[in-house]
């Protein structure tokens, strides 16, 4: 089973609007913590926000919030007043539990790519 | 705002050639790793390395890998005898714990076997 699932291979949003990019999420681990990264065309990986597991809030950074519903297993994350800069691919990824020490890789989704029209 | 740094950024070899694959994490984090690319698919994980070795590694990660840290500040990855499907984008990222940090990422390496 996929541990990261992006379920939208493409979306595209109007500029100035509000868009949601989603991500579930499977493990059994009850400490993990996930994350948003943006790789533009260019090709770096941009970290975004993180929601660990026993945040009771939900994540926000600037124009991008985390949508975390545990039960649910999603953190959805959303992307208000889209710009044309946002247009970039977007990939959720998880770090699961104390997986031993000094090892906290990340698990990748498959990513969305995101296209904002003018 | 530092930075994870990667040269070089683009690197083409000949098939069976041994690459060396460069970054300079950030300079307080004590977490490292590598991840790999390949064209149009997800991001995977390679190795990570902590208090100078490795902790963790997966199975992508084999004898034909190695990891060094040589001088306190350069964070390499060796690959001998390159073949075809090691072409990838080859990102290095760092963090300063393990646990609620995040793992920032260098621009990357894009490695070409031809």
């Known amino acids: 089973a996929q541990k990261i699932t992006q379920t939208q291979p493409g979306m595209f949003v109007q500029e100035k609007e509000a868009v949601t990019l989603d991500c579930t999420y499977d493990?059994?681990?009850?400490?993990?913590?996930l994350f948003w990264y943006k790789q533009p065309s260019s090709g770096e990986m941009i970290f975004l926000i993180y929601?660990?597991?026993?945040?009771?809030q939900n994540a926000t950074e600037g124009r991008y919030s985390l949508n975390f519903q545990k039960a649910r297993k999603s953190a959805n994350l959303v992307i208000s007043a889209s710009q044309l800069g946002d247009s970039a691919m977007y990939f959720c990824?998880?770090?699961?539990?104390?997986?031993?020490?000094?090892?906290?890789?990340?698990?990748f989704g498959k990513g969305t790519k995101l296209s904002v029209i003018p | 705002e530092p930075e994870v740094t990667q040269t070089p950024s683009h690197q083409v070899t000949q098939m069976g050639q041994e690459v060396i694959l460069r970054c300079v994490p950030i300079?307080?984090?004590?977490?490292f790793y590598w991840y790999r690319q390949i064209l149009g698919q997800k991001v995977e994980f390679l190795v990570s390395?902590?208090?100078?070795?490795?902790?963790?590694k997966s199975e992508i990660f084999d004898d034909q890998f190695s990891v060094e840290r040589p001088d306190g500040s350069n964070f390499t990855l060796k690959i001998r005898s390159t073949k075809l499907e090691d072409s990838a984008m080859y990102f290095c990222?760092?963090?300063?714990?393990?646990?609620?940090?995040?793992?920032?990422f260098g621009d990357g390496t894009r490695l070409s076997i031809l």
């Open positions: 390395f902590y208090n100078n070795e490795i902790s963790e």
């Open positions: 300079s307080n984090h004590l977490y």
């Open positions: 990824a998880m770090r699961e539990g104390l997986s031993g020490a000094g090892s906290y890789q990340l698990t």
């Open positions: 929601q660990g597991s026993y945040d009771e």
């Open positions: 990222a760092s963090s300063m714990d393990g646990i609620n940090q995040p793992q920032h």
């Open positions: 493990t059994s681990d009850q400490s993990y913590g």
